[in-house]
């Protein structure tokens, strides 16, 4: 039973992640297609994190933590670019 | 005593070293550690004098490249004994008198180490007993003569005589290193004692021509005989010791040492007598003939050199064993009376300030002593009576005398002979009359006067042995030259006598024909001076420099066109060339599919594939508004990212977001360079062009994945898979790989890393910028550089990254993880401090050297790998053990880990280097426009 609603949430998740996508390629603006992808980063992480409940392995955890804290920074550097055209000055 | 032989050689190298580490010890200091080499070779050979001259031989050897016939063994015998004697001796004199001749502002060490690798060389030539290794340092002294010719290398035409001379020798050399494995093939060894002794074999071998010819190449170029002796003169653009050194009794006097030391082994066919008579009596001819024609007294010392090399190359050539005899008596003699001339030269031209012979006049006036000195050794170059050059003249005169080589021409030699010695009389008379009387000096810049004392000491030491030879030649030279005589031979030479007079004869009759003749010659030169000037020739050095700007050229067209600096063009020639090497194999197979059969999809994994491919589509399409393709290419690498970890490949997974990220900040700190919009759209058939290759790849690596993928093959992995544990005492095999089982692949790698990012960080210097104040919808930018939110939260983030990448830098060798993948969050992490705060903050904070860091995690990588010599284990073998400590139960060390830091060093240090540098030039040419909308 459980890992049938785990499954059904990863099902939704997976749905979100091709909302996502069409979010990105339909734009208009720059801005919402960096939403977008902000947004895919953290629908990832929910992925891996429902996955690895599912597996009963942790191993999922970590690659999750790196993507919050990696795909942070990638955002970051977007924006940074979006608003100053330099993002190291 | 042969103990003692590798180490004549070793102190030449050992005085290098010191005069190359301190370079600050002052001239008389460098001159010291400089003589030092040949003092201690002197010394060194002494005891061995007297059993040498009775016939011993020393030898000693080791085993290299036994496969390939190659041993160094080193062999003195008398022959040796004699140049080792000329090569230290003379090297000793040369060193001494350079110190007063090179001025303030030449660079003494590198002058000295030259001449000292010379030395060496030489001497490797003289002591080889492997016929292999005497190659090896034959080319040595290729090398090293073309760093002593070009010493001064502003000049032009230093350095197009030092190009010259080794173009002619190092061509020389490789026809010699063909003759010498051929002779060796042939002798069946390549040790010169066995090649000595087989002499009857070699010369009824089938290819003996073809070595004979070899070898008189690589003899003739180093000699410079005709038609190879235009490098010579041009060479004089060396500094005079070197010319005193070199062109007097060591480098050109190899080829003759090649000629004598394998006499035994090729001499006495027909083939050797024409060639090498012939070879030595043109040079002996031309060289006289133009001698007298040279202004540059330089130039007249190098034809008159010229022409006694060939002087002795006829004796070599007459094939007798006592014009041998005359030959190395005559290699002692003229090495002994040139040098003293072109210290002369070079006393001259320090003094006066120029070499040549129409200005330079008169100077009997200002320096009586060189005068007299350098008149003494010319007329022994002359072959004045009472002087060494006149005993072995004689015993050339005597040699052509006797012999048939012309058949019933023969009596032409003899007059050849004398006709040569007219034209010797007559230069060194002009460069007597015309340098020393002949009226007063013409526009010198300075007024000559003698040279500092002890410049003139070598000179001085040179002419008394041309005296002291002259008149006491057996007394002096009679027992080394018997000896050597007898080594060079490989017997006892017939009976001869070293005496000044042998009564009233026909060779004196030469000599004095040759004296009248040259003197009234010399008289009446304005004639043949007229009779010279009416030849057009084009100077040997310019017609090869033209050659050489030809070949420049040819290889510069070939270069841009293999090399047009277009980075497409580079692409797809590579792309096309794995095309083609891939495509082809894949055509010879009957089908893709393997024994695997397909795994079953589930539609998770095939959505994100789905995502992917469609975020693919998109960066190619939007190609051209940059910062989109940015966007929809790190959807890539998160789909990519996610998928490693569905098919079980986690550490794949980190490194891929690791690297996707720093890639991400890269390529926008690269954007800053470009324009927001890339230029419109390619022509339709460069779309096509490229559609077609894109396809062609698509296929290949395709088609190569799947079969990939359906093959078993028995591959090596299954081997690190059962090992890992055991032999590299960790369960992530991936980890355990990298830094253990191929971890000197690692250290390459991480080597190559560092070296990339020292290159980048150099290339960013001088790239143009240009900053527009709005982006690409003509909005202006934000006021606020460093928004207050994004600094906190950034900070908030370092510690935590810190700790993530600590996790994952220890936990590596057991699960996923390792040095790359923390080194590239802990970067990511000071990058993100860079873009919050920016440049100016940071750097008070993180006084880091980033080269520093790659340098010493390479070096720490190394020192682990090293560190197993200790144990004499090889290069990175690894070593790990569990402990039990108290509270913290049991604890793994492994040398893999200190390794692992060296790569977690240079990871960090590179990306730091290539992208804080990167933001930094950014930041420094920022136009002013902060504050204003």
């Not at chain 1, 990863?10 to 996508?21: E, K, Q, S």
């Not at chain 2, 240090?909 to 504050?931: F, M, Q, V």
């Given at each position: 039973m459980f890992s049938l609603i785990l499954l059904a949430v990863?099902?939704?998740?997976?749905?979100?992640?091709?909302?996502?996508?069409w979010s990105l390629l339909r734009g208009p603006a720059v801005a919402d297609r960096l939403l977008a992808l902000d947004t895919m980063y953290i629908n990832s992480i929910a992925l891996l994190l429902v996955y690895g409940v599912y597996a009963s392995s942790q191993l999922y955890f970590e690659a999750a933590l790196l993507i919050a804290m990696l795909g942070f920074v990638s955002t970051v550097a977007v924006c940074k670019f979006l608003l100053r055209g330099d993002i190291i000055e | 005593m042969a103990l003692l032989l590798p180490w004549i050689l070793s102190i030449p190298l050992f005085s290098i070293v010191i005069l190359l580490l301190f370079r600050q010890l002052s001239r008389n200091q460098q001159t010291l550690i400089a003589l030092l080499a040949p003092i201690a070779g002197l010394l060194l050979l002494a005891p061995m004098i007297p059993d040498l001259l009775q016939g011993a031989v020393f030898q000693q050897q080791w085993q290299w490249l036994p496969v390939l016939g190659l041993q160094w063994t080193f062999r003195l015998d008398?022959?040796?004994?004699?140049?080792?004697?000329?090569?230290?001796?003379?090297?000793?004199?040369?060193?001494?008198?350079?110190?007063?001749?090179?001025?303030?502002?030449?660079?003494?060490?590198?002058?000295?180490?030259?001449?000292?690798?010379?030395?060496?060389?030489?001497?490797?030539?003289?002591l080889s007993g492997n016929v292999l290794q005497l190659w090896m340092f034959w080319e040595l002294t290729s090398i090293s003569s073309f760093l002593l010719i070009s010493y001064w290398s502003h000049r032009s035409d230093a350095r197009k005589g030092a190009r010259l001379a080794l173009t002619v020798t190092a061509a020389g050399g490789l026809a010699l290193l063909v003759g010498l494995i051929l002779l060796g093939q042939v002798a069946g060894s390549y040790q010169l004692d066995v090649i000595l002794s087989k002499g009857p074999q070699i010369i009824a071998d089938a290819q003996y021509p073809l070595i004979l010819v070899l070898i008189l190449l690589g003899a003739f170029t180093k000699s410079a005989q005709f038609p190879f002796h235009f490098w010579l003169p041009?060479?004089?653009?060396?500094?005079?010791?070197?010319?005193?050194?070199?062109?007097?009794?060591?480098?050109?006097k190899a080829g003759i040492f090649l000629l004598i030391r394998l006499y035994p082994a090729i001499a006495g066919t027909d083939l050797w007598f024409s060639l090498v008579s012939l070879a030595g009596l043109l040079t002996l001819l031309t060289g006289a003939y133009f001698a007298l024609f040279q202004h540059d007294i330089k130039g007249l010392l190098a034809y008159s050199t010229i022409s006694h090399l060939g002087l002795i190359t006829l004796l070599l050539g007459l094939d007798?064993?006592?014009?041998?005899?005359?030959?190395?008596?005559?290699?002692?003699?003229?090495?002994?009376?040139?040098?003293?001339?072109?210290?002369?030269?070079?006393i001259i031209d320090h003094e006066t300030g120029s070499r040549d012979m129409r200005k330079i006049n008169g100077l009997w006036h200002f320096m009586p002593v060189t005068a007299s000195l350098a008149m003494v050794a010319a007329a022994s170059m002359a072959g004045v009576p009472l002087l060494n050059g006149f005993l072995s003249k004689e015993m050339f005169f005597s040699q052509t005398l006797h012999q048939s080589v012309l058949g019933a021409l023969s009596w032409l030699l003899p007059l050849l002979a004398t006709l040569a010695a007219v034209f010797s009389v007559a230069y060194s008379a002009r460069f007597i009359h015309d340098v020393f009387f002949n009226g007063k000096p013409i526009g010198l810049d300075k007024i000559p006067h003698e040279p500092p004392r002890y410049m003139r000491v070598p000179m001085e030491v040179l002419v008394a042995l041309c005296i002291g030879v002259g008149v006491f030649p057996q007394w002096l030279v009679g027992d080394i030259l018997l000896a050597a005589s007898t080594a060079a031979l490989q017997q006892t030479p017939p009976a001869y006598s070293l005496a000044l007079w042998h009564g009233l004869n026909l060779p004196l009759l030469m000599s004095v024909v040759a004296f009248v003749a040259g003197i009234v010659l010399y008289i009446n030169r304005k004639e043949l001076f007229l009779f010279q000037a009416g030849f057009q020739s084009t100077l040997a050095i310019h017609r090869f420099e033209g050659q050489v700007q030809r070949l420049v050229q040819r290889c510069r067209q070939f270069s841009q066109w293999a090399e047009p600096g277009r980075l497409q063009w580079y692409i797809a020639a590579m792309l096309w060339a794995t095309v083609l090497l891939a495509g082809y194999p894949l055509l010879q197979l009957n089908s893709l599919q393997g024994e695997r059969g397909l795994l079953p999809t589930d539609w998770f994994s095939a959505v994100l594939v789905v995502i992917m491919v469609l975020a693919a589509m998109a960066t190619v399409i939007w190609q051209r508004q940059r910062l989109l393709a940015l966007i929809m290419i790190s959807v890539v690498g998160l789909m990519l990212s996610l998928l490693f970890i569905r098919f079980s490949a986690p550490d794949l997974a980190l490194t891929q977001l690791a690297v996707e990220v720093a890639t991400a900040v890269l390529l926008m700190l690269a954007l800053y360079f470009l324009p927001h919009r890339s230029p419109k759209q390619s022509a339709h058939a460069t779309l096509l062009r490229d559609l077609i290759l894109a396809g062609s790849c698509a296929i290949v690596v395709g088609s190569l994945a799947y079969l990939m993928l359906t093959h078993q093959a028995d591959s090596v992995s299954s081997y690190f898979l059962a090992n890992a544990k055991s032999g590299g005492g960790g369960t992530n095999v991936v980890n355990v790989i990298l830094v253990d089982f191929r971890g000197f692949d690692t250290f390459g790698e991480i080597t190559v890393l560092g070296i990339a990012a020292l290159g980048i960080y150099k290339l960013l210097t001088g790239i143009p910028r240009f900053k527009p104040s709005a982006d690409a919808d003509g909005r202006s930018w934000a006021l606020d550089a460093h928004p207050l939110l994004l600094r906190v939260v950034s900070q908030g983030l370092l510690p935590l990254a810190l700790l993530v990448s600590v996790y994952l830098f220890f936990r590596g060798h057991n699960l996923p993880g390792g040095g790359f993948v923390a080194g590239l969050v802990t970067a990511v992490a000071l990058i993100m401090q860079y873009i919050a705060h920016g440049v100016d903050w940071v750097k008070p904070r993180l006084n880091l050297q980033f080269s520093a860091l790659v340098a010493s995690g390479i070096l720490i990588a190394w020192l682990t790998g090293a560190f197993s010599w200790l144990f004499g284990k090889p290069f990175l073998t690894s070593w790990f053990d569990y402990f039990d400590i108290p509270l913290l139960g049991q604890i793994e060390l492994a040398s893999a880990i200190a390794f692992d830091l060296g790569v977690y060093l240079t990871v960090v240090?590179?990306?730091?280097?290539?992208?804080?540098?990167?933001?930094?030039?950014?930041?420094?040419?920022?136009?002013?426009?902060?504050?204003q909308i």
């Open positions: 990863m099902a939704v998740i997976i749905l979100a992640l091709c909302l996502n996508i | 008398a022959l040796a004994l004699l140049f080792s004697f000329l090569i230290f001796g003379i090297g000793l004199l040369v060193i001494f008198y350079a110190r007063y001749y090179l001025s303030a502002s030449d660079p003494m060490p590198r002058f000295y180490a030259s001449l000292l690798l010379f030395m060496l060389a030489m001497l490797g030539i003289v041009n060479a004089m653009a060396a500094p005079t010791p070197v010319s005193a050194y070199l062109h007097s009794a060591t480098m050109v007798t064993d006592l014009a041998t005899v005359a030959a190395i008596f005559h290699i002692i003699n003229h090495a002994v009376f040139k040098a003293s001339l072109f210290m002369a030269a070079g240090g590179s990306t730091l280097l290539i992208l804080a540098n990167l933001g930094k030039l950014t930041t420094r040419h920022k136009p002013e426009h902060r504050g």
